[in-house]
């Protein structure tokens, strides 16, 4: 008899749900691609019917269903910090109360109304969750399994060991020492939003210079032998106060935080280099603490803070570990698939599918929802778009290169859609590598977002090698590796200067839209087997032009998510200065396209993240 687990990750950011029958991920998306509400918090109701449609059920057939976190042990964590808090606890309360009484102690009546069906309903802990959605799907049968994020109910650092179907937790760090809300902390200080502008941090570091690491050492956080870590809350606000930051906080690094949309000066640039080196420092530790206390020989990463790629890579080349995989939807939304695989194999003891040879479990985390050309030509002949249809998906690959190496931007939504923060593929704006333009452009013409910000490389599997120091794959975009050294032009990094769109223009490579001012790329490799329409453009772009890499990014604009169906996709595609798009088999030209009409429809209210 076939098993049926749903999952749910809901009330903080980036709710989600996962559908898994019979131990195998069959669907999973996040709720902001249908509600159109970045890092939408709210229970997944869109999600939850797209998972169900997608396996074909109806909500009674479901065995279970599984929240990915104890809300009672995290409502004993907020209560505690709010008695903590003495004079600041009322602050905290105000902010946190109303979720924390209102939604959570009755998740499982929301989820039993929302599913119009009295199918039982179980909790697993957060940092649970975590560790199974990355176990479960890796390509290992035995491996330590290191989480690292803000805060789960208490853990903020766990380590698990992972054995067939068995996961067992070894040890763990309590909050408020958490590695991931001291990342957030310096977030906030340099002006980005916390839970989604760490990845900005990220991208500003090597603009920096690390000259606060001993700053950071010496008042903020204890690195020990052993790999464990203690924050010195006396410069942090997180427990009593609504700020991550306090006075003291400021007078150390020279003032107050910089306010959002200001200019990105020198001090949050080595402010973000510094903060990056501590963070890669505090995940080594914790990485060979791992692989001490397991005796595993891989890993497997999980939590917000294993979306931090550029120490992934870093990790990767220590060699604490023979492999590491990573979880793409390694956040909050991951937890919703954790908590299904985890009741899947542990509850209804679903034996693990067989992982083909070389491949995880996770299908390159393509679980999301697909449009058929019937549909895509319906809503395109309804508002009498014009377009072409090209049956042939060889041909199809080629106009599209064609287009790339005439240097055009193309937007794509192709087959499934990702599940995780990455595009990789599927609902991807792509260009060519080769234009030092093509940053800057992409950067301000089309994701309307700052000019520093860099962007990732898809290259052919087979080619990877070829432009990077990269002996891993890397289908997820969650590995930082080198561009080759003989693909790289002189640049020296001008420390002083905080013109960053002046040191962006500059070009270090061959490749120089996808080079970052440190000669790094955040990689994601591309075989025939998981998307075999993306390999196909890609090596067409080689025939052309010699070169097996494209430029990926997110087909999205800033304060948006990512796009779901084709009327996202028209929609982004028209308010952009992207040259052309494919939706499924079709294609347009945006010079073909009518003009935008000036009405409410098309009008959106964006969250700047």
């Not at 008042?219 to 020990?224: F, T, V």
């Not at 542990?346 to 019937?374: N, V």
Request: charged share 25%; glycine share 8%; with cysteine.
């Amino acid at each position: 008899m076939t098993s049926h687990v749903l999952g749910v990750s809901a009330f903080y950011h980036d709710s989600a749900a996962a559908l898994v029958s019979d131990g195998r991920i069959i669907a999973a998306a996040q709720e902001e691609r249908f509600s159109r509400k970045k890092h939408d918090p709210r229970l997944p109701t869109s999600a939850i019917n797209y998972c169900l449609e997608e396996a074909f059920i109806e909500a009674d057939e479901l065995d279970a269903v599984v929240f990915y976190d104890n809300s009672l042990l995290t409502l004993d964590r907020a209560l505690r910090s709010i008695v903590a808090g003495a004079d600041g606890g009322s602050d905290i309360w105000v902010k946190s109360g109303p979720a924390l009484l209102g939604v959570k102690p009755f998740i499982s009546e929301m989820l039993r109304d929302a599913l119009k069906a009295d199918v039982p309903v179980l909790f697993a802990k957060h940092h649970t969750s975590h560790a199974a959605s990355a176990f479960y799907p890796s390509p290992f049968d035995e491996a330590a399994v290191l989480t690292i994020d803000g805060v789960g109910e208490w853990a903020t650092t766990s380590i698990h060991r992972g054995s067939g179907n068995n996961l067992e937790a070894v040890e763990e760090i309590r909050y408020p020492h958490s590695l991931g809300l001291l990342y957030s902390a310096f977030t906030y200080f340099t002006g980005f939003k916390v839970n989604s502008g760490e990845y900005k941090l990220m991208g500003l570091a090597p603009y920096g210079n690390p000259k606060y690491v001993d700053l950071i050492l010496d008042h903020l956080i204890q690195l020990d032998d052993d790999g464990s870590f203690r924050l010195n809350m006396d410069y942090l606000g997180f427990v009593d106060s609504n700020r991550m930051t306090n006075d003291r906080f400021n007078d150390l690094f020279g003032g107050p935080p910089r306010t959002p949309e200001a200019r990105i000066g020198r001090r949050e640039m080595d402010l973000a280099a510094s903060i990056q080196q501590v963070t890669e420092m505090a995940m080594l530790g914790l990485v060979r603490r791992a692989r001490e206390s397991t005796g595993c020989v891989n890993l497997c990463l999980s939590g917000g803070v294993a979306l931090n790629c550029v120490s992934n890579g870093k990790l990767l080349r220590a060699g604490v570990f023979d492999d590491i995989w990573i979880q793409p939807a390694a956040g909050d939304a991951g937890g919703a698939l954790g908590a299904a695989l985890l009741a899947a194999h542990q509850k209804f003891g679903c034996a693990r599918p067989e992982a083909p040879k070389g491949r995880d479990r996770q299908s390159g985390s393509y679980l999301g929802p697909r449009y058929a050309t019937g549909e895509v030509t319906a809503f395109l002949d309804r508002h009498s778009y014009p377009y072409k249809h090209v049956a042939d998906l060889d041909a199809l690959a080629s106009q599209a290169a064609e287009l790339l190496a005439g240097g055009k931007i193309v937007g794509l939504m192709h087959g499934r859609m990702e599940f995780g923060p990455r595009a990789l593929g599927g609902r991807t704006i792509i260009g060519d590598p080769r234009n030092v333009e093509t940053q800057t452009v992409m950067n301000l013409k089309i994701k309307y977002r700052e000019s520093f910000r860099p962007f990732a490389p898809s290259v052919l599997k087979e080619r990877v090698s070829d432009f990077f120091d990269l002996d891993s794959d890397s289908p997820y975009m969650l590995l930082v590796a080198p561009v080759k050294k003989e693909r790289c032009l002189p640049f020296e990094l001008d420390m002083e200067s905080d013109d960053l769109l002046e040191m962006v223009r500059v070009p270090r490579s061959d490749i120089p839209a996808i080079t970052h001012v440190d000669y790094s790329a955040r990689v994601q490799s591309v075989d025939q087997y998981d998307h075999p329409f993306y390999f196909k453009i890609i090596t067409q772009f080689e025939k052309r032009t010699g070169i097996a890499v494209v430029v990926n990014t997110s087909f999205n604009v800033r304060g948006e998510p990512i796009v779901c169906t084709p009327e996202d996709s028209y929609r982004c595609f028209m308010r952009t200065e992207m040259d052309a798009l494919i939706l499924e088999d079709c294609i347009l030209l945006k010079e073909e396209q009518p003009e935008v009409p000036e009405d409410d429809s098309w009008k959106v209210e964006y969250e700047l993240d």
